[in-house]
């Protein structure tokens, strides 16, 4: 499905035939993925609910505009709400990966009534210390100069050799090499905005936010992802009904190196009456 809002197209995977009178669970992608990525998630959820996925501005099959403005939080949050508008969406569940955990907990942040649960994987609130904001700022728009620079191709190699994705070597060659191909179908001028846009760095901390979010929230992370999980262990103490889940054996993408973990623990969560975890 193409949907143009302000100019821009919104590709979203989706069977609308399935989606009567269920409850949508809308995907977010990660930074340099798609919404492909999750489609062989949907089959195995949980048949009350209906799953689709968006590709997120600057990536998959969605425009990639030479307008930075595009790109805020301010914009994505915009378009994902008229998005939700158009499908005449009440409520939604929303998960977001990495990236995509960062716009759906900035959305869920502006717009807490449109949504009834949050799952984030591998994600963050975002960088408190203004000295470390900077910094990654300054990595995040060098980074960006390199992907107009080099090209997707030599941009993806270096991306996937980074440290935080090296247990993605532990999928199968074959999905490891459909990963790769789906990068590389990106547009590397929206990448690049996208960093500068809406990169860690230049996105506007939530911590504070937290303690306001009043609907459940699941949080995943991979016990080989360090970071990440010691980042969503103090989320959880300051989110008011939350739950932090650590799948052994995976790293920070969790949902494709260890995607019957991590769809048994999503459909376990959308099927639980909204009550406080302990």
């Known amino acids: 499905m193409i949907l143009r809002f302000d100019k821009i197209k919104f590709h979203i995977l989706t069977d609308k035939e399935k989606a009567k009178g269920k409850t949508p669970v809308v995907f977010l992608h990660g930074f340099t993925g798609s919404s492909e990525e999750w489609q062989p998630l949907f089959s195995k959820i949980s048949p009350e609910f209906f799953p689709l996925a968006i590709d997120l501005i600057g990536h998959g099959k969605s425009s990639s505009p030479e ?26 569940i929303l998960v977001g990966y990495s990236m995509g955990g960062r716009a759906a907990l900035s959305f869920a942040v502006r717009f807490p009534d449109k949504i009834e649960k949050l799952i984030l994987e591998s994600s963050t609130a975002g960088i408190e ?89 699941l949080l995943i992370t991979g016990s080989l992802d360090e970071k990440f999980t010691r980042i969503n262990r103090r989320m959880k103490k300051l989110l008011p009904s939350a739950q932090h889940k650590i799948i052994e054996g995976a790293g920070h993408n969790v949902h494709i190196e260890k995607s019957e973990d991590f769809i048994i623990l999503v459909n376990e969560f959308l099927s639980k009456n909204s009550k406080r975890e302990i």
Do not use: C
């Not at 307008?67 to 939604?92: A, D, P």
């Not at 490891?176 to 990169?199: A, D, I």
């Open 67 to 92: 307008e930075i403005n595009f790109y805020s939080v301010e914009s994505i949050t915009n378009h994902i709400m008229q998005i939700f508008n158009y499908l005449e969406f009440n409520k939604v």
């Open 129 to 217: 210390n203004e000295d470390e904001r900077k910094q990654r700022q300054i990595s995040d728009n060098k980074l960006a100069g390199l992907i107009l620079r080099d090209g997707i191709e030599k941009f993806t190699e270096y991306w996937l050799s980074l440290p935080l994705f090296e247990s993605l070597k532990n999928i199968s060659a074959n999905d490891y090499e459909k990963l790769r191909l789906r990068k590389l179908r990106n547009n590397p001028v929206g990448l690049s905005n996208m960093l500068k846009g809406f990169g860690t760095g230049i996105m506007p901390p939530l911590w504070k936010n937290l303690k306001d979010l009043r609907f459940p929230v």
